[in-house]
């Protein structure tokens, strides 16, 4: 029986590239893991990282920046210094930083609009 082994990459639409990267990595501090003619590009924890990666594409057909639907959530061991950060770069939370009976969470957008959930699990 055929069956799903692994998921590889989340992938996010965007409008401006060089924006899209400046964002992931100097904001968000991902790693730049890989990058196909500054079309689609591929972000990790680290240059080893062979967990899903979050892939930008300014080639994708058929998806806008933006557009409502799925959201990437990114696990932060330090979630108040994280939030604390991301304000410092004038990020505005659409949902903000909040904590249920099992992590905290906020809800964010990368500059073309596509959403982003900041997390931490508790202890």
Known sequence: MPKITRLPFFVYPVSDMARAKAFYAD?????EIANWDEQ????GMAEDDTGPALALSSVMTGAEPG??????ALESPDFDAMVAKL?????????????????HFAR?????????VLHRLHD
Not at 27 to 31: A, H, P, R, Y
Not at 40 to 43: A, N, P, Q
């Open 108 to 116: 964010f957008h990368d500059p073309d609009g596509n959403p982003i």
């Open 87 to 103: 304000k410092d770069h004038g990020v505005a939370f659409a949902l903000e930083p909040m904590e249920t009976s099992v992590c």
């Open 67 to 72: 557009a409502p639907g799925a959201a990437v």
């Open 27 to 31: 904001v968000l501090g991902l790693t």
């Open 40 to 43: 689609w590009v591929e972000f």
